[in-house]
């Protein structure tokens, strides 16, 4: 008589077969969410398992820097990082200079702008926002508005940065300081003496750093001025 053989033995032979393990190394990850301009403390960072074929390219591991966790701390993140997320160095920032040329991107400026409540998005702008920047300036035949520059990040209100803000908006009589190029520092500068700047909220779906001018005239730094255009300075 001939015994059958189910199923039931291969399911038996795949259950009882081990899993192979993953080799695993301790990652520096940022145990809470760290703002831009945070300055990392002890208890911002915490080693965590991670399987060693997907440890992101850059990231800490105990084995290399077994002191990283200390090492770090009252560094400066130039950009955020959120909770869970490996802390790469390159995104932190050790210096004995003032926070806001450290974060300066390479090439930008930071700028102060005058602003009032009454010329923003109702007072709702916060450090980090992206914002257009429109002249009101009065003259004989009236009162004229036009956006000078577009998609500008707000580094800070005030003294109040995007590391140090705390639901802080732009209140009355604040200053706003911009990150711009030396060009648009000059249009700004030049902006002020001779009108009004608002700041225009932008959403957060059409403020991505690559985000094109609404106005093709204006890439490159080019605007238009009653119908001409300028590339460096206003008319």
């Known amino acids: ?32 969410d760290i703002p831009l301009g945070g300055k990392l403390k002890a208890d911002d960072m915490s080693w965590s398992p991670w ?34 997320e490996p802390i790469r160095p390159e995104r932190l920032i050790s210096t004995d200079k003032g926070f806001m040329s450290a974060i300066l991107p390479k090439g930008k400026r930071a700028s102060a702008v005058s602003v009032e409540a009454e010329t923003t998005a109702g007072g709702f702008i916060l450090p980090g926002d992206k914002v257009d920047l429109i002249l009101t300036r009065r003259s004989d035949s009236g009162v004229s508005s ?25 209140s009355p ?4 300081t911009l990150e711009l190029t030396l060009t648009q520092s000059e249009i700004v500068a030049q ?10 909220l932008r959403s957060a779906q059409d403020s991505a750093d690559d985000a094109e001018p609404e106005n093709d005239k204006r890439r490159g730094m080019s605007y238009v001025k009653y119908g001409v255009t300028s590339k460096s300075g206003l008319r």
């Open 146 to 170: 036009e956006t000078i520059l577009e998609n500008i990040r707000v580094l800070a209100i005030d003294t109040t940065t995007a590391g140090e803000q705390d639901k802080k908006s732009l």
């Open 1 to 32: 008589m001939v015994m059958m053989s189910g199923g039931n033995d291969q399911e038996q032979q795949t259950a009882q077969t081990p899993a192979v393990e993953r080799k695993q190394a301790q990652v520096l990850v940022a145990a809470k």
């Open 191 to 200: 902006a002020q003496q001779i009108g009004t700047i608002s700041l225009a």
């Open 51 to 84: 399987p060693e074929d997907v440890i992101p390219k850059g990231a800490v591991t105990q084995k290399t820097s077994p002191a990283a966790n200390k090492e770090h701390v009252g560094q400066i993140a130039r950009a955020p990082i959120f909770a869970g």
């Open 173 to 176: 009589k604040k200053t706003a």
